[in-house]
């Protein structure tokens, strides 16, 4: 699904009206995280997450972070649930054999530079990464998942949306009370700029230390601009969008899906038939073509992949010492 807009607005009426459900998720919530007994791993883990629903810049942050400590002299797997795929055990991701439909699109991004291991409970996927030998793992999102205890938490903000209306869903867009979310989280990577009024949330209503808050920012690695068609089926569609524009490509129109979302032939025969009318190019995103890609020869969908280029974005960090530093001077604290 694609975030509600009063997620983001300050509480009216449908937030209002929806905060019924969100006591009884929250109520929900609690009662797992109080209930689970949480594993503790033989190998250190760190868990890249967010505090809402909805993309944040996790992934791009879980690449960025494996090459930090693939300078620090570690090889780090990666842990993922493999959301939007249709395997139900547990498995490494083999790029050249495996298709987003039966990894999740977000696994076989990473699995082009990554060992990542899949399974619908990560434990699992932890136990196959140290069978094969593996000594860190990052887990790909699963903050608010009690059944892994996690070596360090880096919570990632997208500056621009903050924590929106600071309600839970589905009134909101918190995925745990603030006050449980806090006490686990050892940094805070804001994402789009530095943000003043995104830091004092973060200090504020967070308690966290602004020595603990890193910046950075997602920068197109990009073809050259030209008119396009823009297409993507991603948490937060506006952001790819004003990234084209900013970069300089002209948008001839644009046309959004809802995350992770699985295209139809139907659907990739009206893309190039519409980008064909207004004489522009396709472009995508990372996520999205991966997830074209593999398409039954001579299909829509397999031509639709062969049209449309994509805009991979690549996270600059503003203090990438600094947090490769801190993440290293905890790996061997008790996890929590």
Wanted: proline share 7%; with cysteine; glycine share 8%.
């Amino acid at each position: 699904m694609r975030s509600p807009a009063f997620w983001y607005q300050p509480v009216g009426l449908p937030a209002i009206m929806l905060t019924p459900l969100a006591h009884i998720y929250g109520a929900l919530e609690a009662v797992r995280r109080r209930t689970t007994v949480s594993q503790h791993a033989d190998i250190p883990v760190i868990c890249v997450g967010n505090l809402t629903a909805g993309g944040a810049g996790k992934t791009p942050t879980v690449r960025a972070l494996a090459k930090l400590l693939h300078g620090a002299g570690f090889a780090p797997a990666v842990l993922s649930r493999g959301y939007g795929g249709n395997n139900t055990t547990t498995m490494r991701v083999d790029p050249t054999n495996h298709r987003a439909i039966d990894t999740g699109d977000e696994p076989l991004m990473l699995a082009q530079d990554l060992p990542v291991y899949v399974a619908r409970d990560r434990r699992d996927a932890l136990n196959c990464a140290i069978a094969d030998g593996m000594q860190l793992a990052i887990k790909d999102d699963g903050f608010q998942n009690p059944t892994l205890a996690h070596n360090y938490n880096l919570i990632v903000v997208d500056a621009k949306l903050g924590l929106g209306n600071g309600l839970l869903l589905p009134a909101g867009p918190l995925r745990q009370p603030l006050t449980a979310s806090a006490p686990r989280i050892d940094a805070v990577l804001v994402i789009g700029g530095s943000s003043n009024a995104t830091r004092r949330i973060i200090t504020d209503r967070l308690g966290i230390d602004p020595t603990r808050i890193f910046t950075g920012d997602l920068v197109p690695v990009a073809p050259v601009p030209t008119r396009v068609l823009a297409y993507c089926g991603i948490g937060q569609p506006a952001k790819f969008f004003d990234t084209l524009r900013d970069t300089g490509f002209a948008l001839a129109d644009t046309v959004a899906f809802a995350d992770h979302h699985l295209f139809t032939d139907a659907e990739a025969a009206q893309l190039i038939e519409t980008a064909k009318r207004l004489n522009a190019k396709l472009m995508t995103t990372e996520k999205d073509l991966t997830r074209l890609r593999g398409a039954p020869a001579g299909s829509p969908l397999a031509a639709l992949s062969d049209a449309s280029a994509c805009l991979p974005v690549e996270l600059v960090l503003d203090n990438a010492a600094g947090l490769i530093e801190d993440v290293l001077e905890k790996l061997n604290q008790p996890p929590h």
